[in-house]
């Protein structure tokens, strides 16, 4: 049997996408994934209203984000494969990173959406990729402030203020800060692109290196350890 159709079979879909994923995913004890799920849901909600982007492809695109997670990541290669999606070296050997291609597919295919927008940033929400649309960035973005630990992202305050000037911007801040501070267990190939192309756009706005964007980084990573042995 189809392994989407097999997972999905007992699913009814109510009209309400956002509780039915929800409910969905608390139901296969993926409770800690739904309350991620929900509040990216709501960040891209407001990153939506903010950037002047559609509110209820933001929604969408933020509750379908990890609905992939109802699967082990072995069975997830197989649907990729499956559904002839190409599968990056990378992505065979360090499978976390495939999620984002297998929850595209269960967004079309169990879902039924079809807007190329909300697949694409599904389909890139872990990486992000070159030349990201405004939807991209959102989700992106959105996944990272609302990162799934229970306490805040050391970065949320370098990528929040990065956001009073663009998108574009705090998705840069929060890709330089994994990569200064050497926090990517691999880097994907699409990643890294993503990354290239926006420090192309960036090396001129300000001056990143600076001692100020090292000590604003030092003291968020400072918070970090302080919470954490408390």
């Known amino acids: 049997m189809n392994l989407l159709i097999e997972m999905f079979s007992t699913f009814k879909q ?7 994923c929800y409910n969905f995913l608390k139901n296969k004890d993926k409770t800690i994934v739904a309350e991620h799920s929900l509040k990216v849901s709501n960040e891209c909600v407001r990153l939506a209203d903010l950037f002047g982007y559609s509110q209820e492809d933001a929604s969408i695109a933020g509750i379908l984000h990890d609905i992939s997670a109802v699967f082990p990541y072995s069975t997830q290669l197989e649907i990729v494969k499956n559904y002839g999606v190409e599968l990056l070296p990378v992505e065979e050997d360090f499978p976390l990173l495939v999620h984002q291609k297998t929850s595209r597919i269960i967004a079309e295919k169990i879902f039924n959406i079809h807007d190329v927008n909300i697949l694409n940033a599904i389909g890139c929400h872990t990486t992000l990729k070159e030349n990201p649309c405004t939807l991209d960035l959102i989700l992106f973005i959105a996944d990272k402030l609302c990162w799934d630990n229970p306490y805040t992202a050391p970065y949320y305050e370098l990528v929040s203020d990065a ?9 840069y801040v929060y890709m330089k800060y994994n990569l200064d501070e050497d926090l990517l ?3 994907h190939p699409w990643y890294q692109q993503a990354y290239d192309q926006l420090h192309l756009g960036f090396t001129n706005y300000e001056n990143m290196e600076s001692n100020s964007f090292r000590k604003s980084i030092s003291l968020s990573i400072n918070r970090k350890h302080k ?4």
Do not use: F, H, P, Q
């Open 14 to 20: 109510t009209g309400d996408l956002i509780n039915d």
């Open 163 to 171: 956001l009073e000037t663009s998108l574009e911007y705090a998705a």
């Open 185 to 187: 267990k691999v880097i």
């Open 227 to 230: 919470r954490n042995r408390s």
